[in-house]
């Protein structure tokens, strides 16, 4: 099944979409990647979701790649003994780290770190930005705000502190149990949410020791003053404008997301842009004229991948919203101004892999030209390729499933699953029959080789070649 799109999906698995089922639909309908979101659910839980994920791949016949999410060190609110609360604007309220239930007055915060950053005059956000408090006094394990705005606040609402770093570990205990039991059903991406720094993403490289891709989740501020040496560090990276958005400025939020995209396709690392992009789809059967273009603009920049989140996960048309997203991507890549938008600069690393890869995609831009077939032990050779962005298809052709899955979330990658083959002319054979079997090339058309010898060593791409369908 190949989709008429080089932009992929990704679609957040919950209680509205993650039976077997309708794991099938959403994969028929378009969807490339599955979230499987670990801030809620059982293990047993995403265990039945993630074998629904495998057996619809089998059912669509092409690979589909599970994502991992962790939870990572989200800052809530303790519990109000009401549940919830009603603040006045210019009333005075307390965080403490006390577990009491809160009040109208106060409430605890059962993290104390939080506190150790805190200034007078500090700002902090509550409920995603709903709710602003600023700290008039501070100490150990306490701060006394003033409401400057907002009404409500009930149990277990986030807490956001904005342009301070929160001196927490990325990785908790609950995601390095988590963590492990991902790795065990063998995931194939592991996101990490509120990086603050490389050194976060060097732990989780380090306890993952390459069983999954790793992506980092940019919705820290401090993420993007330490953006080079966490990228150095990552195999993806995802635009997460929720968190993102509540610490920065909202006209801030569309510059960092477009830079973010520029050193992703920079580097080479796909990139996905993430949050409330069909948001009223969540209860509304069509999008807003708004998130349409949202989707689209993501399209245009170059996004590897656009993703879904409560829209699949727990709202009331998942289906329709693929659907929609599917009909989005397909349509701005058909927009005839699409190509040079994809042809954007970047600088060319000085690698002989990187010159062979840019030579295979200027190659392929002949008329006569179908796809590029990319030979790959690790995936690395198909994401060199990608970002070259070359409007012709690139088959990626790997003896390695997991490399096959993980290549689902690059743009514009069709991943295959074949034997190892031996030669030059084997694989020559190989990489035509396979573009003719999956419809990417016609007889007589011609297929661009990318791969490396001695075949099968992970390494740097060294042999170009040209291999022609032959005539019926």
């Known amino acids: 099944m190949i989709r008429d799109r080089r932009a992929r999906i990704v679609a957040t698995l919950g209680p509205a979409s993650r039976e077997a089922g309708k794991v099938v639909q959403l994969a028929l309908a378009g969807a490339d990647v599955f979230r499987v979101n670990f801030s809620h659910g ?14 619809a791949e089998a059912a669509v016949g092409r690979p589909l ?4 999410d962790l ?7 303790g519990e109000f003994a009401d549940r919830s609360v009603r603040l006045k604007v210019g009333q005075d309220f307390r965080l403490d780290v006390s577990d009491e239930p809160g009040d109208a007055s106060r409430v605890g915060v059962p993290l104390a770190e939080v506190f150790s950053v805190l200034r007078p005059g500090s700002d902090i956000l509550l409920d995603d930005g709903k709710v602003r408090l600023r700290v008039r006094r ?36 609950k995601d390095r149990e988590d963590l492990a039991f991902a790795l065990h059903q063998n995931v194939d991406w592991v996101a990490l949410s509120f990086v603050q720094r490389a050194s976060d993403m060097a732990e989780l490289r380090q306890i993952v020791q390459g069983r999954a891709a790793v992506l980092a989740k940019i919705e820290k501020p401090a993420a993007i003053e330490a953006l080079d040496e966490i990228l150095d560090l990552c195999d993806g990276v995802m635009v997460a404008r929720g968190d993102l958005g509540v610490e920065l400025n909202p006209e801030d939020v569309p510059v960092v997301q477009k830079s973010l995209v520029r050193a992703a396709r920079t580097r080479g690392i796909p990139v996905i842009i993430a949050t409330q992009m069909l948001e009223s789809m969540i209860h509304a059967p069509s999008p807003t004229r708004a998130e349409a273009s949202d989707v689209a603009g993501a399209v245009y920049e170059g996004a590897d991948a656009v993703m879904l989140s ?15 997203m599917n009909r989005i991507l397909t349509r701005v890549e058909q927009d005839p101004r699409w190509p040079e938008l994809m042809r954007a600069e970047y600088p060319i690393e000085d690698a002989d892999a990187d010159a062979l890869v840019a030579a295979a995609s200027r190659a392929a831009e002949t008329a006569s030209t179908a796809c590029i077939a990319a030979f790959t032990t690790t995936g690395r050779t198909a994401m ?5 962005r070359p409007l012709q298809p690139t088959l990626a052709l790997t003896p390695n499933l997991h490399a096959a899955r993980m290549l689902a979330l690059v743009w514009g990658v069709e991943a295959r699953v074949v034997p190892q083959v031996g030669d030059a002319e084997e694989l020559a054979k190989l990489a035509v029959d396979q573009a003719l079997a999956a419809e990417l090339a016609r007889p007589n058309q011609r297929v661009i080789i990318l791969a490396g010898l001695p075949m099968g060593s992970p390494g740097a791409a060294n042999i170009l070649r040209i291999a022609h369908a032959p005539r019926r």
């Open 310 to 324: 409560a829209e699949t996960a727990a709202g009331e048309y998942p289906l329709e919203a693929v659907t929609i």
């Open 71 to 77: 939870q990572g060190p989200k800052i809530r609110l």
């Open 42 to 55: 059982t293990h047993e839980a995403h265990a039945r979701t993630i074998a629904n994920v495998r057996a």
């Open 65 to 68: 790649a599970v994502l991992a």
């Open 384 to 388: 060199r390729l990608a970002r070259e």
């Open 138 to 173: 501070n100490g150990p394990g306490f701060a006394e705000t003033e409401v400057l705005s907002g009404e409500t606040l009930s149990n277990h609402k986030g807490l956001n502190l904005p342009g301070h770093a929160i001196p927490v570990p990325a990785l908790t205990a």
